[in-house]
């Protein structure tokens, strides 16, 4: 499978939220999902902002609400976005030590046609931080209860 054109520079998905107009709102950071029992390689230095996608679908109502609550499941998972022309694809990649897989996720379309697309940086708030942080120490406890 070729490789394609990843346009998100943080690669981990940490919110998506509904605006106006049919327009979704993708968070992207580089905090891994804390619930789940996995290492991150090659994340680089924190990051104090969000890397953020706002997009406006092509899509009715209904399939704007089944899209979200498909993506929402997502949030703390490895996340990529290409856009070739008027549509967008969701890629899963992993890079492993010597080679990249890429993939679709199983429940999301191949091809989500999009109206347009914005693309900026947005600063983490305290509150941000401050989540972040619990989601951690949330973690921590739980490995520390397996322990004992």
């Known amino acids: 499978m070729e490789k394609p054109?990843?346009?998100?520079?943080?690669?981990?998905?940490?919110?998506?939220?509904?605006?106006?107009?049919?327009?979704?709102?993708?968070?992207?950071?580089?905090?891994?999902?804390?619930?789940?029992?996995?290492?991150?390689?090659?994340?680089?230095?924190?990051?104090?902002?969000?890397?953020?996608?706002?997009?406006?679908?092509?899509?009715?109502?209904?399939?704007?609400l089944s899209l979200?609550?498909?993506?929402?499941?997502?949030?703390g998972e490895k996340f990529l976005i290409a856009f070739d022309e008027n549509k967008m694809n969701i890629w899963n990649g992993e890079i492993h030590e010597y080679e990249e897989e890429w993939n679709f996720f199983d429940d999301l379309d191949d091809e989500i046609l999009i109206l347009n697309y914005s693309k900026y940086n947005a600063p983490k708030t305290a509150q941000d931080w401050k989540n972040d942080y619990i989601k951690l120490e949330k973690r921590y406890y739980s490995l520390l209860e397996e322990k004992i």
Do not use: A, M
Request: aromatic residues 20%; charged residues 20%; glycine residues 6%.
């Open 68 to 75: 979200y609550w498909k993506i929402r499941r997502y949030v």
């Open 5 to 64: 054109n990843i346009l998100n520079t943080l690669n981990i998905l940490q919110k998506v939220e509904i605006g106006e107009n049919s327009t979704f709102l993708f968070y992207f950071g580089d905090i891994p999902n804390w619930t789940k029992n996995q290492f991150v390689h090659g994340i680089g230095d924190p990051v104090d902002f969000y890397e953020v996608f706002e997009i406006n679908f092509n899509l009715n109502h209904e399939d704007i």
